[in-house]
């Protein structure tokens, strides 16, 4: 069948294009931003080159390092130049035929396929799976597993007063999850290896908003010249997984079951060759019956463009045909009829969804009337566009098909739509809608859509809080900042008047204290703060005080906010630049500290190899450690992790420099008392704007690392290199590191949504400080952070939020997709593409254990003067908190008033009995602040942060969101008034701020 382009639209759409144009004009190698006089970092000396062209057998890739995975060989000393990529001639091969390109993905769903590679040195061993929904897929160096997972509710973890299923079992170490449990193979596909052997294999076409990946296996047999290959087409949401087989037998085998019969007849003693039942369309059918255990457990369809004749050997093990030329093969589970063992431990006690038993219901007549068209990815070419009309942003996804047979109509193209997609009411028109056709999916359940093109429409006041809707919705209108209208900058609500005072008092305070630089004699003074060599401990300092920027101008303190605005422009001059010695930053006598900016810190840095900006640190420590135990510095930056968690902070605290332009003037005598005057930074006589012109391209590469909306015209940046997958519409934080069964993941999507709200802000002030030559970086950056906006905040409520079982109602366009008792936990901790955890990495889980008291560890960081079931409490409240901060007014979006939180905060599933009798529910504080000793509510002014376990510090965020629930401020402010310290990524004036704007 030959390709067609057709885009059959299942309903009109109308609107206008918003332009997703690059944040760069023209795009130029960031290797070219650092040169001259002025240079900060001079990228050509840090970073390697990709050859253009290499002989065969050599490794095009300049770079390497020792893989963490025993007996694989990888010689790190070959390889001078100090950058990331995961091993040898292996990933040369999966990106063989993307060479010339400058920039690959990173973040992908599909990155377990490459990043895991280094399993695939034993031909039976299989990478990581990826999950193409509804499918999980496995890749070996001969070919692909196919399985459909199973998924099941955990039933131990540490959550005391958890009613249901889920009772407390501290010792088990295993938190409340819905995971995948039966990734079993239930068909590999591959060729007859000993007549044709693998040659080589890629990643043959990827499409840029991770709708799909073209894997193709080239083989070549001794005795034909003719191309031999296998190409599976890896398409998000279809319910088939397609395979071209060309000059190359078909082999389809067993490992873990028994194919029973196909169409009916008995294969366990062999049998064939066998006739496929030919469809009206032309298609040939044969149904194959899988048995385990002596009993049936699946039950597929293959389908075949061709009449295949396949044989089947004795006891089942593997099924055969031999044909030359080109033959299509579409497999597709229909039955599941026995539930995968569970062992007696009873670990898993609920099965998923609410289909029957937890599995599934197909409808076999629908899947053979959409078998002979599939989607295809045939190249890098767009399939997604955005439009805008009325107030609503419509995101058009596009698939490219092909046909098995001659004559198919592109209409007929069956896809599953997840619940967000239903949600918004017309993503699947109902006359398209096939609800015949159910899997059972980590999201919930995926349900049948004909139609080669979607329309997902996302009314934008239903989206996003109100000065951010009217932001959005103006500039999507093409009209200026509105002066009148109220700042996305500031919170939807105005600081009630008595709240004012001891808010201005706070401020002033605050702010002596974070720029205090100059005491020799306070070698520890909050500054110190400012010299760590961490890039994400950096942006949330400087975001932090960015927040006391915006607080003062909110109060028209603006001389305090002058004086946030010099300190943060020299801290961010000082972090750019590698050039200046320590002693310039911090004339400490004797003291050497890790200076930020240097070589040993968070410095970015361009790497040539992948097409990105990791730090200093990561990319000359790229990896084993981290897979081993965690230590990779900047928390994985070298692989690609979390970017967009650091970078939404710098982003955030350069809008906020750069709104001085426009609020309260560029420069303002007199600074209250305060003063920041340090000479060892730059161009600090020049206005905002001023600063900002010279570095704005630098600058510019933070967003063009997190969020680069334009390929084709930026090819030094992947396109959305979090935000690329289209299909489940949220970021996946996770890099280059192989995560396990559960593939792709992000925790924070509270950090995620601050970062696309940078981007909208930075593009906004750029605007409205009327930069020179900057109109187009400024439209892209409002254009892109619009859209990842609204697209993040949708699939966050959905999949991340959830409604107890005591909500009084849910909002009519949500329904809960996880079951009881799931569900009366109130929030998710981690997505993965294959599983739901209510846990977090960073809690205190390694200190669950029976009688932990009696198993102390210096230095562990475990809280031994806190009971367990305080423990339970934090662990909780580190889950929900890290769905909330750093509360900015962009989090008014997350909290839907009156919906999630009101719903989640009081779940009675949840409770702490504190030593007076009192209970609190769910994730309320008030019970356990009168039972926290005294080192834990004081912090006697040490950094507040988790990593020296200061409860008081997170207590802080739980009274941001106790108070974000209807009547709960005042409470809350006069708990907030006994504290005395904050979590390292706020401060306590804004932890007053936002109480002070609630309800």
């Known amino acids: 069948g030959g390709e067609m382009a057709l885009f059959i639209t299942l309903h009109m759409v109308s609107g206008v294009v918003v332009d997703m144009q690059p944040f760069c004009d023209p795009c130029v190698a960031p290797t070219e931003l650092y040169s001259g006089d002025e240079?900060?970092?001079?990228?050509?000396?840090?970073?390697?080159?990709?050859?253009?062209?290499?002989?065969?057998?050599?490794?095009?890739?300049?770079?390497?390092?020792?893989?963490?995975?025993?007996?694989?060989?990888?010689?790190?000393?070959?390889?001078?130049?100090?950058?990331?990529?995961?091993?040898?001639?292996?990933?040369?091969?999966?990106?063989?035929?993307?060479?010339?390109?400058?920039?690959?993905?990173?973040?992908?769903?599909?990155?377990?396929?490459?990043?895991?590679s280094p399993l695939l040195a034993n031909p039976q061993v299989f990478t990581w799976p990826v999950f193409v929904t509804p499918y999980a897929v496995m890749a070996a160096a001969d070919g692909i597993s196919v399985s459909l997972p199973q998924y099941l509710i955990a039933a131990k973890g540490g959550v005391p007063g958890l009613a249901g299923d889920i009772p407390s079992d501290v010792a088990s170490g295993i938190s409340p999850q819905i995971a995948a449990?039966?990734?079993?193979?239930?068909?590999?596909?591959?060729?007859?290896?000993?007549?044709?052997?693998?040659?080589?294999?890629?990643?043959?076409?990827?499409?840029?908003?991770?709708?799909?990946?073209?894997?193709?296996?080239?083989?070549?047999?001794?005795?034909?010249?003719?191309?031999?290959?296998?190409?599976?087409?890896?398409?998000?949401?279809?319910?088939y997984v397609t395979i071209t087989y060309t000059n190359t037998p078909l082999v389809l085998a067993f490992p873990d079951f028994v194919l029973r019969s196909v169409n009916g007849v008995e294969?366990?003693?062999?049998?064939?060759?066998?006739?496929?039942?030919?469809?009206?369309?032309?298609?040939?059918?044969?149904?194959?019956?899988?048995?385990?255990?002596?009993?049936?457990?699946?039950?597929?369809?293959?389908?075949?463009?061709?009449?295949?004749?396949?044989?089947?050997?004795?006891?089942?093990?593997?099924?055969?045909?031999?044909?030359?030329?080109?033959?299509?093969?579409?497999?597709?589970?229909?039955?599941?009829?026995?539930?995968?063992?569970?062992?007696?431990?009873?670990?898993?006690?609920?099965?998923?969804?609410?289909?029957?038993?937890?599995?599934?219901?197909?409808?076999?007549?629908?899947?053979?009337?959409?078998?002979?068209?599939?989607?295809?990815?045939?190249?890098e070419n767009s399939t997604v566009q955005h439009l805008y009309e009325n107030h609503t942003m419509t995101v058009r996804m596009s698939w490219n098909t092909s046909c098995m047979v001659p004559g198919c109509d592109p209409s007929d193209l069956l896809m599953l739509t997840l619940p967000h997609h239903r949600g918004l009411a017309s993503g699947c028109p109902a006359q398209a809608s096939v609800n015949s056709i159910q899997y059972p999916v980590v999201n919930g359940v995926a349900v049948g859509c004909k139609g080669s093109t979607w329309a997902v429409p996302y009314r934008i006041p239903n989206v996003l809080s109100g000065a951010m809707s009217d932001a959005v919705v103006n500039h999507l209108e093409g009209n200026p900042p509105d002066k009148k209208a109220r700042s996305p900058f500031y919170s939807n609500n105005n600081i009630k008047p008595a709240y004012r005072s001891t808010l201005t008092t706070s401020l002033k305070s605050d702010m002596a204290y974070w720029i205090n630089v100059h005491d020799p004699n306070v070698v520890r003074s909050p500054s110190f703060l400012f010299m760590t060599s961490d890039c994400y401990s950096f942006?949330?300092?400087?975001?932090?005080?960015?927040?006391?920027?915006?607080?003062?101008?909110?109060?028209?303190?603006?001389?305090?906010?002058?004086?946030?605005?010099?300190?943060?422009?020299c801290r961010l001059n000082q972090w750019l630049d590698s050039k200046q010695a320590a002693s310039e930053f911090f004339p400490y006598a004797g003291q050497d500290f890790p200076v930020a900016g240097s070589l040993r810190g968070g410095v970015p840095i361009y790497d040539t190899t992948w097409g990105g900006i990791p730090?200093?640190?990561?990319?000359?420590?790229?990896?084993?450690?981290?897979?081993?135990?965690?230590?990779?510095?900047?928390?994985?930056?070298?692989?690609?992790?979390?970017?967009?968690?650091?970078?939404?902070?710098?982003?955030?605290?350069?809008?906020?420099?750069?709104?001085?332009?426009?609020?309260?003037?560029?420069?303002?005598?007199?600074?209250?008392?305060?003063?920041?005057?340090?000479?060892?930074?730059?161009?600090?006589?020049?206005?905002?704007?001023?600063?900002?012109?010279?570095?704005?391209?630098?600058?510019?590469?933070?967003?063009?690392?997190?969020?680069?909306?334009?390929?084709?015209?930026?090819?030094?940046?992947?396109?959305?290199?979090?935000?690329?997958?289209?299909?489940?519409?949220?970021?996946?934080?996770?890099?280059?590191?192989?995560?396990?069964?559960?593939?792709?993941?992000?925790?924070?999507?509270?950090?995620?949504?601050?970062?696309?709200y940078s981007l909208f802000l930075l593009g906004y002030a750029i605007e409205?400080?009327?930069?020179?030559?900057m109109d187009t970086e400024a439209t892209a950056l409002q254009n892109t952070g619009s859209v990842i906006l609204l697209t993040e905040a949708v699939s966050v409520k959905y999949y991340w939020h959830l409604f107890p079982a005591n909500t009084t109602k849910i909002p009519d366009d949500r329904t809960n997709i996880t079951p009881e008792p799931f569900t009366d936990l109130g929030v998710v901790g981690n997505v993965w593409s294959?599983?739901?955890?209510?846990?977090?990495?960073?809690?205190?889980?390694?200190?669950?254990?029976?009688?932990?008291?009696?198993?102390?560890?210096?230095?562990?960081?475990?809280?031994?003067d806190l009971t367990l079931e305080q423990i339970h409490w934090f662990n909780r409240l580190f889950i929900l908190q890290i769905q909330l901060l750093p509360y900015s007014p962009i989090t008014e979006t997350l909290i839907e008033a009156g919906g999630w939180l009101q719903a989640a905060m009081f779940t009675p599933e949840l409770s702490y009995t504190n030593s007076k009798g009192n209970v609190s529910y769910g994730y309320d504080p008030t019970a356990i602040w009168d039972d926290l000793p005294s080192s834990y509510s004081r912090c006697n002014g040490t950094t507040q942060n988790l990593g020296s376990r200061c409860a008081q510090g997170w207590m802080g965020y739980a009274y941001q969101a106790f108070s974000s629930v209807t009547g709960n401020a005042q409470q809350a402010w006069d708990k907030a008034l006994t504290m005395d310290g904050v979590s390292d990524g706020s401060t306590m004036t804004n932890l007053f701020w936002w109480i002070a704007t609630r309800e």
């Open 539 to 569: 942006g949330k300092l400087i975001g932090a005080v960015a927040r006391l920027v915006l607080i003062a101008d909110e109060l028209e303190e603006y001389t305090i906010a002058r004086v946030g605005r010099d300190f943060l422009r």
């Open 768 to 773: 409205a400080a009327k930069i020179p030559n």
């Open 39 to 116: 240079a900060y970092l001079n990228l050509e000396q840090l970073s390697s080159k990709i050859p253009r062209s290499t002989p065969d057998g050599v490794n095009p890739w300049p770079c390497g390092m020792v893989p963490s995975w025993p007996g694989v060989a990888c010689n790190q000393s070959e390889y001078p130049n100090p950058c990331f990529q995961y091993c040898t001639s292996d990933r040369a091969g999966w990106w063989d035929s993307h060479r010339d390109r400058r920039s690959l993905p990173t973040n992908s769903w599909f990155t377990d396929i490459f990043s895991s």
């Open 834 to 864: 294959l599983a739901f955890n209510y846990q977090v990495f960073f809690s205190y889980g390694r200190c669950q254990w029976t009688g932990w008291a009696g198993h102390k560890t210096p230095g562990d960081g475990c809280p031994y």
């Open 181 to 239: 449990v039966g990734v079993d193979r239930i068909g590999i596909f591959t060729t007859n290896t000993t007549s044709f052997p693998y040659r080589n294999r890629t990643i043959a076409s990827f499409d840029p908003h991770s709708l799909g990946v073209t894997l193709v296996y080239h083989t070549q047999s001794s005795t034909s010249a003719a191309p031999q290959s296998l190409t599976f087409h890896l398409l998000r949401g279809s319910p």
């Open 615 to 756: 730090t200093g640190n990561g990319i000359k420590n790229p990896g084993p450690d981290w897979v081993r135990n965690g230590t990779q510095p900047d928390f994985g930056s070298g692989g690609y992790n979390d970017h967009l968690f650091h970078y939404g902070y710098y982003l955030y605290t350069v809008s906020v420099v750069l709104k001085g332009a426009t609020v309260g003037g560029d420069a303002v005598p007199g600074h209250a008392g305060l003063s920041f005057d340090d000479s060892t930074c730059r161009r600090m006589n020049a206005s905002d704007s001023e600063w900002f012109q010279p570095l704005s391209k630098r600058i510019l590469v933070w967003a063009r690392d997190i969020a680069n909306p334009n390929e084709a015209v930026d090819p030094y940046f992947t396109q959305s290199r979090y935000h690329s997958d289209a299909y489940v519409g949220h970021s996946w934080a996770r890099g280059l590191f192989p995560s396990g069964q559960s593939s792709s993941n992000i925790e924070s999507t509270s950090e995620a949504m601050q970062a696309w």
């Open 267 to 379: 294969c366990y003693t062999g049998c064939g060759p066998l006739n496929g039942v030919k469809l009206p369309s032309g298609v040939l059918k044969y149904t194959l019956s899988i048995w385990g255990n002596n009993e049936p457990w699946y039950e597929y369809v293959l389908y075949a463009s061709k009449e295949l004749y396949p044989s089947v050997n004795v006891k089942g093990q593997r099924l055969t045909a031999a044909y030359g030329g080109e033959v299509v093969v579409r497999v597709a589970v229909t039955q599941l009829t026995r539930f995968q063992n569970i062992d007696g431990s009873a670990v898993f006690s609920k099965r998923w969804t609410s289909l029957p038993d937890g599995l599934m219901s197909v409808d076999q007549s629908e899947l053979d009337a959409s078998s002979a068209v599939y989607p295809i990815v045939t190249g």
